[in-house]
Nanobody
Framework: QVQFVESGGGLVQPGGSLRLSCSASGSIFGIKSMGWYRQAPGKQRELVAVIHFSGKTTHYTDSVKDRFTISRENAKNTVTLQMNSLKPEDTALYYC??????????WGQGTQVTVSS
């Protein structure tokens, strides 16, 4: 079983910044990648950003490129998402995701991000 500690969500004005952090522990068996997904009300869950733990390959959805940056700290099984120039359309519940080297996926409980004036 894998446990997550997610932090950093909240309410911010348009143009502001937030930093999400996610730490994983438990029976991980090695991390292939970690990332963040989000789900807004009435919409499907979508990938925001992912980073591979061997090397530093990253992938971002087009709408967040040049605004969000994902980084990792292997020793702490931690991934961080720096979100700048936030827009109202970034409002969603953000979920941490982990794929281990056995091909299994695990999800955090989610942290709310609200961008509003």
């Amino acid at each position: 079983q894998v446990q997550f500690v997610e932090s950093g969500g909240g309410l911010v004005q348009p143009g502001g910044s937030l930093r999400l952090s996610c730490s994983a522990s438990g029976s991980i068996f090695g991390i292939k990648s970690m990332g963040w997904y989000r789900q807004a009300p009435g919409k499907q869950r979508e990938l925001v950003a992912v980073i591979h733990f061997s090397g530093k390959t990253t992938h971002y959805t087009d709408s967040v490129k040049d605004r969000f940056t994902i980084s990792r700290e292997n020793a702490k099984n931690t991934v961080t998402l720096q979100m700048n120039s936030l827009k109202p359309e970034d409002t969603a519940l953000y979920y941490c995701n982990l794929q281990n080297t056995l091909g299994s996926y695990y999800w955090g409980q989610g942290t709310q991000v609200t961008v509003s004036s």
